[in-house]
């Protein structure tokens, strides 16, 4: 058994998939199939349940990869100690970032980053947060830019690096565009165009407008985008 068998075991269990696993690992898929048999005959256990359509994790392996994702980021946390002493932001880092930050954040810092850290091999993930949270738990990034406090995250560390502050966005002849003070009950009974539930802001703009669940009667329910570019456009 070596990391190289825990990353193929990890990737697989993740993706419950052979060709999706091979190609994160960069391998073929019967290779990756040949490591996993022969992990499974070292440690004497069925890790996969396989059939034609899919491939499920045992119990006995979903206990084994909870060793395996700690082991896995023993050795990358190694590797990075050794990175620092030899030369800081240096080699592979890679970053997660959530859809609502990456197309506005992202484009501003590259070029500054890769010109302060030229040996610096940036690698970016775009997620939902929940999606990130489980990838920084299971070591497949070192770091991620989210909107919400992870303070309930045991072995993640946050930090707060700025805020932002809500803007109302509505026609000129809006009802709305008459008051000046707006308070929350003004915003309760707005029709507003949220993004799909997965994404953190629409909890967020829930929350600061007092909602705790959308009107799916309501005139602008027919509307569902996935992105911000899409509601500017409208």
Request: aromatic share 6%.
């Amino acid at each position: 058994m070596n990391l190289k068998d825990l990353k193929y075991f990890s990737s697989l269990a993740t993706h419950n998939n052979f060709s999706k696993a091979a190609k994160e690992c960069f391998v073929t898929q019967p290779t990756l199939s040949n490591q996993i048999n022969k992990l499974e005959q070292e440690l004497g256990l069925t890790l996969f349940e396989r059939t034609n359509r899919k491939v499920t994790i045992t119990e006995e392996g979903k206990l084994i990869l909870e060793a395996a994702q700690k082991t896995l980021e023993t050795a990358s946390e190694i590797e990075k100690i050794a990175h620092r002493f030899k030369q800081p932001l240096i080699g592979k880092i890679t970053l997660g970032a959530i859809h609502t930050l990456s197309p506005y954040l992202l484009p501003i810092i590259l070029l500054p980053l890769k010109d302060a850290y030229p040996d610096l091999d940036l690698i970016l993930v775009e997620a939902t947060t929940s999606e990130l949270i489980e990838d920084l738990k299971a070591g497949r990034i070192d770091a991620a830019l989210l909107a919400t406090s992870i303070r309930n995250e045991k072995n993640l560390k946050e930090r707060l690096l700025f805020k932002e502050p809500f803007w109302l966005a509505h026609p000129a002849n809006h009802e709305i565009y008459d008051i000046d003070d707006i308070k929350v009950k003004h915003l309760q009974k707005l029709d507003l165009l949220l993004l799909p539930e997965e994404h953190c802001l629409s909890d967020q703009v829930k929350s600061v407008c007092g909602l705790k669940n959308l009107d799916t009667e309501g005139p602008m329910q027919w509307l569902h985008a996935g992105s911000l570019e899409t509601y500017y456009n409208l």
